[in-house]
């Protein structure tokens, strides 16, 4: 397999070149009710239902520390109050995977349709 390294990085017909750093490390689309399973990925091995509302990504390739960004979304069907994510590190190893908590009208809660990403060097 060929390295390719670049400073910037622009797609064909852009106008605006943005820095390789800012192009997300790890992205994930998956369902998160019943059986958990990944839609689509990038750098996302496996993931792991670790308790209701609590999932952990595992990387393919691991980041080369705890100092990376994280943030996420889930479709909702209706206007809920009280969403969001609670991102932690996970207790093997912050730079093997990432840990987060699901929540719905401020309780924890399974979801389905959650996307991720996050950013950061990667090892």
Known sequence: MSTLTVTNIKATGATASRAV?????????????????INDSVNVSSITDVSTGTY???WSSSFSNALYTQLGGKHALS??????FNFHSSAASVSNSGQFNAIENNTQTDSDKITTSHHGDLA
Do not use: D, E, I, P
Not at 26 to 34: E, I, L, S, Y
Not at 79 to 84: P, Y
């Open 56 to 58: 952990q990504l595992n």
């Open 79 to 84: 206007t809920l109050t009280g969403n969001g």
């Open 21 to 37: 750093s800012g192009v997300a490390a790890a992205w994930c689309f998956f369902q998160g009710t019943g059986t958990v399973a």
